[in-house]
């Protein structure tokens, strides 16, 4: 690299001003940025207003600055002008401390620089990261009071960080009094709504817009796979292809997920193709959601295809396959690859573990389930989860060794869930153990009556044991709850 060091006694075959900007124009990184500015401070060129801004500009909002370099130049510079203020904020609101943008904005206003519409957006986006929506309304009062409303940039970033923070009644009231609504103004609105699980208000919103991108369709067709609408989310698919709009990874990671929830392993293997003929990278989430598709319709052989041609495999596609093996009843394959990835160096996580003893209940697999769970805490210091303790259970249970999982249920740290005590029940009706299941399961109706899948499980015991009046009175107490819920959500409606 030619240095950049720079002396007044240099002579120059133009000015020095246009000698330093184009310096400026080439800078790559802080440590030539540096050579510049001392160059500057030398020459006086410091206090010209177009190359300072450009230092400021370099140093607050390129990959490659120091957003806190950029601060110490700006104090020091005597006239600063909008776009010295505007670029600090810029760089505030995308560093890890984005209050200081919002703290910048009230010291401009204090020393009466009038905004632009450029600040807005950086400066929302700064209130988004904080979680500020007190500075929101007070800029929002303030972009009405500067007449900046009517444009569309500080409009939607507006909406934003309203609908970001789910004040979505507050979106609603501005996104009616936006004139000059674009694509991004209704994405915001329809990902709002979404992301509030208020799915059909979603959908209605996209079918009034004027024009759909691909994040319109993704955002949807999302939702619904996250509302378990997995059928009108392979409808809205379709749409989306007789459009025209090509799907992104995301759109094509939630469809996948659809596939694997209603077993629609053609579609599944027909979006794999696709993805193949364009070339689209398989990164760690298409990955997953392939080997969990796969796996989830049946094909676990093309699911461990899939993860042996991926050539970065975090702790996720681990996980994905190891589950794939385990719910197929696949244990020791499941074990098998465990044991390679601690190999490989990838650490495993809770959701590792979870996959692994569900992997040695399905398999029956119990003094290696007993190793797993003792590891967790022990070799790598997690604490087990409800779901870890659920799994000992399920694993104890499944082979007839009660006793062992009701004493590891009492000796549980955390209060245990009816999840729990539901894995204690089924075994008991599994091994005929009819007077624990019986005290589990009015046990399980008094802290979970709400579901009926509990009422059902007792009354099948009381039934096995021949106490069949004890039976019916159990599902006719089912009966009465759901009566019961039926007739408040008659009165809700």
Known sequence: MVPLLLSPANQFPFDLKNQTLQLLERCSNMEELKQIHAHMLKTGLIQDTIPVSKVI????????????????????????????WSTMIRGYSRDKDPEQAILLYHQMLHNSVLPNAHIFPFLLTAC???SALEETEQIHAH??????????????????????????ISGCRLFERIENRDTVSWNLMVDGHVKSGDIQTALELFHQM?????????????????????????????????????????????????????????????????????????????????IDMYAKCGDVEEAFRVFRNMEQKGVTIWTAMITGFAVHGRGQEAIDLFAEMQKKGVKPNPITFTAVLNACSHAGLVEEGKFFFDRIERTYGMTPSMEHYGCMVDLLGRAGQLKE??????????????????????????????????????????IDPEHGGRYIHLASILAAEGQWQEALQVRNLMKRG?????????WAE
């Open 210 to 290: 004027p024009a759909k991108n691909v994040i319109s369709w993704t955002s949807v067709i999302s939702g619904c796979v996250a509302g378990s609408m997995f059928k009108e989310a392979q409808a809205l698919f379709h749409e989306m292809q007789t459009a025209g709009i090509k799907p992104d990874r995301v759109t094509l990671a939630s469809m996948l997920s659809a596939c694997a929830h209603v077993g629609s392993l053609d579609q599944g293997r027909w979006i794999h193709a696709y993805v193949d003929k364009n070339r689209i990278p398989i990164d760690q989430v298409l990955g997953c959601c392939l």
């Open 57 to 84: 500009s370099f140093c607050a909002t390129s990959d490659s600055g120091d957003v806190e370099y950029a601060r110490r130049v700006f104090d020091g510079v005597e006239s600063r002008n909008t776009f010295m």
């Open 405 to 446: 999982a009701e004493e590891l249920i009492q000796a549980m740290p955390m209060k245990p869930n009816a999840a729990v005590w539901g894995a204690l029940l089924n075994a008991c009706y599994m091994h005929k153990n009819f007077e624990l299941g019986k005290i589990i399961g009015r046990y399980l109706i008094e």
């Open 128 to 130: 988004v990261n904080v």
């Open 143 to 168: 972009i009405l009071k500067t007449g900046f409303s009517s444009d569309i940039y500080a409009a939607n970033a507006l909406l934003n960080a309203y609908i970001k923070p789910g004040c979505l």
């Open 482 to 490: 759901e009566e019961s819920r039926k007739k408040q959500l008659y």
